[in-house]
């Protein structure tokens, strides 16, 4: 069964970062894809950046060069979220799953920033 587990978030204030964490677990294949996705208040939850191992990274303009997708080299089903420089409009709930066809979400974790 397919689990996602995200952690990391909190409060913290504009210009301050936080690493997410995923776990990706329960899948027949091994995964070498993950996307990060954002619903801020009152929003859908859409699609804020992407990796492919081997196949590159892809980030939305919103948090190019702020943040950026890694994958823990001792363990495969882990990846995380560096995000730095956080603005008042990064707050969200923020979800891991696959990059693309996306599906059994995890619960998220929330992200605050306040000024």
């Known amino acids: 069964q397919v689990r996602l587990v995200e952690s990391g978030g909190g409060l913290v204030q504009a210009g301050e970062s936080l690493t997410l964490s995923c776990e990706m677990s329960?899948?027949?294949?091994?995964?070498?894809?993950v996307g990060w996705y954002r619903q801020a208040p009152g929003a859908r939850r859409e699609k804020i950046a992407h990796?492919?191992?081997?196949?590159?990274?892809?980030y939305t303009d919103a948090v190019k060069g702020r943040f950026t997708i890694s994958r823990d080299n001792a363990d495969e089903e882990k990846w995380y979220l560096q995000m730095d420089n956080l603005k008042l409009e990064d707050t969200g709930v923020y979800y891991c799953n696959r990059a693309f066809a996306p599906s059994d979400w995890g619960q998220g974790t929330q992200v605050t920033v306040s000024s």
């Open positions: 329960g899948y027949i294949f091994r995964i070498n894809d």
């Open positions: 990796m492919i191992v081997g196949g590159g990274t892809m």
